[in-house]
């Protein structure tokens, strides 16, 4: 299994403003994947982080407004740019086993914009 | 398009009792399936891993048992106990394997009351 670790673990921020949420994984990993967890919904995936090239993002999800770096095998950000109240949620980076697809996450980030 | 739904929403016990809940997942070409644990505002922990080719996975107290073919999944958690009161994920993964996209189910939210 996989250790995960982000910071920040919350944050409180203004309408406007951006946030980097990191993610620190114990083990090198080909890919990393964001979530996003609005409140009361389930996950929905945001991008794939490979290292060495461009994120792939999912529908709905855009580069301008979810930034990803990937410089490394162990450590990835992702920035919520120019936030609003509708970004208020968890997001929670994770990894996946290479052998039998196992995925872990991390401990989540709460973010709360006001 | 996957849809993944979990019965029931909401379910509240007393301690000592063995429950089971369910997933349920429209399209059976999966490659597995993964139950999840997370805690109030928390990231998710990983539980049992399912592979397509397999009926069960045990560990404890925990019991998870897929039927492709008929599109659902079971976790059995048996003599309940307050510190599992949590909402309960599952997920599937597309049978093209890793690095592709889960579909989480919605959770259910389990009390194991005193």
């Known amino acids: 299994s996989a250790v995960i670790s982000q910071k920040p673990s919350r944050d409180i921020c203004q309408r406007g403003t951006s946030l980097t949420i990191q993610c620190q994984v114990d083990?090198?990993?080909?890919?990393m994947f964001w979530y996003r967890q609005q409140p009361g919904q389930s996950l929905t995936l945001i991008a794939t982080?490979?290292?060495?090239?461009?994120?792939?993002?999912e529908s709905g999800f855009v580069i301008d407004k979810f930034p990803i770096s990937r410089p490394n095998l162990t450590f990835s950000t992702l920035t919520v740019s120019n936030m609003s109240p509708e970004d208020s949620s968890i997001y929670l980076c994770?990894?996946?086993?290479?052998?039998?697809?196992?995925?872990?996450f991390g401990p989540g980030t709460r973010l709360t914009v006001t | 398009k996957q849809e993944v739904t979990q019965i029931p929403a909401a379910l509240s016990v007393p301690e000592g009792e063995n429950l089971v809940l369910n997933c349920s997942f429209t399209d059976s070409a999966i490659y597995n399936l993964q139950w999840f644990r997370q805690d109030p505002g928390k990231g998710l922990t990983s539980l049992l891993l399912?592979?397509?080719?397999?009926r069960e996975q045990t560990s404890g107290r925990l019991n998870a048992s897929l039927d492709k073919s008929s599109g659902r999944s079971t976790l059995y958690i048996a003599a309940s106990q307050p510190g599992d009161s949590a909402t309960y994920l599952c997920?599937?993964?597309?049978?093209?394997?890793?690095?592709?996209?889960?579909?989480f189910g919605t959770g259910t939210q389990l009390k194991v009351e005193l």
């Open positions: 399912i592979q397509s080719s397999q």
């Open positions: 994770s990894v996946e086993d290479r052998q039998g697809y196992e995925q872990y």
């Open positions: 997920a599937v993964r597309p049978i093209t394997g890793g690095g592709n996209k889960l579909t």
């Open positions: 982080a490979n290292q060495g090239s461009e994120a792939t993002y």
């Open positions: 083990s090198q990993v080909t890919m």
